[in-house]
């Protein structure tokens, strides 16, 4: 069944003849353009079109996998494709200005789904776990080339950058989000996005990024020591890199992300810094970097082949400093498959 087809049954399911796609990751799931903050998909009972303007016709005749029809002002066309059809919105995405424009527009209100596609994403196609492979191989390298320059007197904003050059000069299409290099007690920010601080000796540096190729982002994160450390911040790297292998091993079809977080959050307890995990064990990735499935306390998400997670306890100590260790994995039939493969033991520059 192709993805329109998995949309349409979807649209039957909440009373809907046409859906309206906004939320760009979508709208690129189902077209394959590359630039979908520009656009929208109409899925119709007999067409499904990307509708763009001018500045992409070249792009779009390469890229699109749907009818596309060019046009200055989408809202303008979408009365002549919906018809009397009921139409659907993802509301997640679509603005209360927008909202009211098209109800005026189509003379009657819209349906407002939640998250109507995101039940279709969560297990990805093989064409989708080799893009997740490749961009885990640019992440993996980039950190190898960086490695050697991580030593005292480097700012953390340098490292970060030369991140981003080399992913980008392996073929990445950018970084996934905001580089975080935190160092010193800054390793105390879960997002301590990298910045002008010197990286000092005996600091342990958080490194947490990860490359974009073909639109499927991978995720990252490595505590790298410069020269010794002090003792309690190596009982928080040795605790939670036990954590994270356990929660790791645990992975397979059947397991809830509920189940996986105790893993990680129970044994952390045993090292009493279970108060110092402050986020969920783990997520989704694909054409966003946060996507279905959750692996948190509260998440009864059930991991089937094909889905792919992070795996990424943390502990944070404010004024002294804090540990995450991830790794990126595919649920296979039998278990999972790490592709995230940068040494993750202790490693001292």
Do not use: C
């Amino acid at each position: 069944m192709s993805r329109v087809d998995d949309v349409r049954r979807k649209l039957a399911e909440v009373g809907a003849g046409t859906l309206l796609v906004t939320a760009p990751a979508n709208v690129r799931y189902l077209s394959g353009f590359t630039s979908p903050e520009d656009g929208v998909v109409v899925v119709t009972p007999d067409r499904a079109l990307l509708l763009t303007d001018g500045r992409y016709t070249a792009q779009t005749a390469e890229e699109s996998r749907l009818e596309v029809l060019i046009s200055p002002n989408w809202e303008e066309r979408l009365h002549e494709l919906v018809g009397d059809t009921p139409l659907a919105v993802e509301a997640e995405h679509l603005s209360l200005q927008r909202f009211r424009r098209l109800t005026d527009r189509l003379g009657r209100e819209p349906i407002a789904t939640d998250a109507l596609l995101a039940p279709l994403r969560l297990v990805k196609a093989e064409e989708e776990i080799a893009l997740l492979d490749e961009a885990a191989r640019i992440t993996d390298a980039a950190l190898a080339e960086v490695l050697p320059k991580l030593r005292p007197g480097v700012r953390e904003i340098e490292i970060a950058l030369e991140l981003d050059r080399s992913m980008r000069m392996a073929g990445s299409d950018g970084s996934g989000f905001h580089i975080i290099v935190a160092s010193g007690t800054r390793s105390a920010m879960p997002h301590g996005v990298a910045s002008d601080k010197v990286i000092e000796a005996g600091d342990l540096v958080t490194i947490d990024f990860g490359a974009v190729y073909g639109g499927y982002h991978a995720d990252m994160t490595r505590a790298i020591a410069v020269g010794p450390i002090a003792p309690e911040l190596r009982r928080l790297f040795d605790a939670v890199l036990e954590a994270q292998e356990a929660a790791l091993a645990a992975v397979a079809p059947g397991r809830t992300g509920r189940e996986l977080d105790a893993i990680a959050r129970d044994l952390l307890a045993r090292h009493d810094l279970a108060a110092a995990f402050s986020h969920s064990l783990g997520h989704g990735t694909g054409l966003e970097i946060h996507e279905g499935p959750r692996l948190s306390s509260r998440s009864d998400d059930v991991l089937e082949p094909g889905m792919t997670v992070t795996i990424e306890p943390g502990v944070y100590l404010p004024g002294f400093g804090g540990v995450r260790i991830e790794d990126l994995a595919v649920v296979t039939d039998d278990g999972y498959r790490v592709l995230s493969k940068s040494p993750k033991g202790f490693v001292q520059v």
